[in-house]
T-cell receptor, first 113, second 116 residues
Framework: KQEVTQIPAALSVPEGENLVLNCSFT??????LQWFRQDPGKGLTSLLL?????REQTSGRLNASLDKSSGRSTLYIAASQPGDSATYLC????????????FGAGTQVVVTP | DTGVSQDPRHKITKRGQNVTFRCDPI?????LYWYRQTLGQGPEFLTY????????KSRLLSDRFSAERPKGSFSTLEIQRTEQGDSAMYLC??????????????FGSGTQLSVL
C-alpha cells in the first residue's frame, strides 16, 4: 500500500535562502509525482509535474527531482521570498489509478523578511 | 476567470442537516474529481467523473454522500444527515482529457464545511 510522507512538517527560513522540501513514497509503481502549493484556506495550485520516466522538472525558481528507485522527490525553491510562504504538498498518481492523486500531509513553509 | 469554481466557499450547518456543494470545472475538461481535506492533512480522494459517468468512489464516501455530474458539465456533492466528522474542506478539481495519467489537475478554492 502506497504511503506518501513529507518531512519536516514545518520549516522557517530567512528571505534569500534556498528551500529544500522532501517527499518520500513507498511504492515506485507511479505514473507521475506532482508538487502543489496551498495558501491558508485556499485550494491547491499545481507547481510541477514529473512523469515517472523523468528525473526533474524546472519552472522559474522551482526545480523538482524524482528518484523513483529510492522513492524520493525533492522540491528546490531558489532565493526564497516572503511570498513563497505557504504549504507545499506532494502527490503521486499510482499505476492503475488514473487521475487519482495520493497526497502527503504537506510542509508548511514560512519565509521571514 | 476560467478556473475551477466552487460554491459556496463556506457552509455552516447543524448536525443532521443535508448540504449540497457545487463545482464548475474548467470548460471542456472531461474529468472532474472531488477530494476532502481535514486540517493538517493532505487531500483525500472521494470520487471522480469522466464526462457524466461516475467511474470510481472511495470507501471514504459513505452512503450519506452522493455526487452527480449531469450532462458532463458542473457537479454537485450532497451530504445527507451531516455529522461532525464531515467537517472538512471539500475540493473539486478537473483535468482536460482522457489521458489523465500525465496531466495536471486544476483545483478550485474549496468549500469549507463546519458541522455544529
Amino acid at each position: 500500500k502506497q504511503e506518501v510522507t513529507q518531512i519536516p512538517a514545518a520549516l522557517s527560513v530567512p528571505e534569500g535562502e534556498n528551500l529544500v522540501l522532501n517527499c518520500s513514497f513507498t511504492d515506485s509503481a507511479i505514473y507521475n509525482l506532482q508538487w502543489f502549493r496551498q495558501d491558508p484556506g485556499k485550494g491547491l495550485t499545481s507547481l510541477l509535474l514529473i512523469q515517472s520516466s523523468q528525473r526533474e522538472q524546472t519552472s522559474g525558481r522551482l526545480n523538482a527531482s524524482l528518484d523513483k528507485s529510492s522513492g524520493r522527490s525533492t522540491l528546490y525553491i531558489a532565493a526564497s521570498q516572503p511570498g513563497d510562504s505557504a504549504t507545499y504538498l506532494c502527490a503521486v498518481m499510482n499505476r492503475g489509478s488514473w487521475g487519482k492523486l495520493q497526497f502527503g500531509a504537506g510542509t508548511q513553509v514560512v519565509v521571514t523578511p | 476567470d476560467t478556473g475551477v469554481s466552487q460554491d459556496p466557499r463556506h457552509k455552516i450547518t447543524k448536525r443532521g442537516q443535508n448540504v449540497t456543494f457545487r463545482c464548475d470545472p474548467i470548460s471542456e475538461h472531461n474529468r472532474l474529481y472531488w477530494y476532502r481535506q481535514t486540517l493538517g492533512q493532505g487531500p483525500e480522494f472521494l470520487t471522480y467523473f469522466q464526462n457524466e459517468a461516475q467511474l470510481e468512489k472511495s470507501r471514504l464516501l459513505s452512503d450519506r454522500f452522493s455526487a452527480e455530474r449531469p450532462k458532463g458539465s458542473f457537479s454537485t456533492l450532497e451530504i445527507q444527515r451531516t455529522e461532525q466528522g464531515d467537517s472538512a474542506m471539500y475540493l473539486c478539481a478537473s483535468s482536460p482529457s482522457q489521458r489523465a495519467y500525465n496531466e495536471k489537475l486544476f483545483f478550485g478554492s474549496g468549500t469549507q464545511l463546519s458541522v455544529l
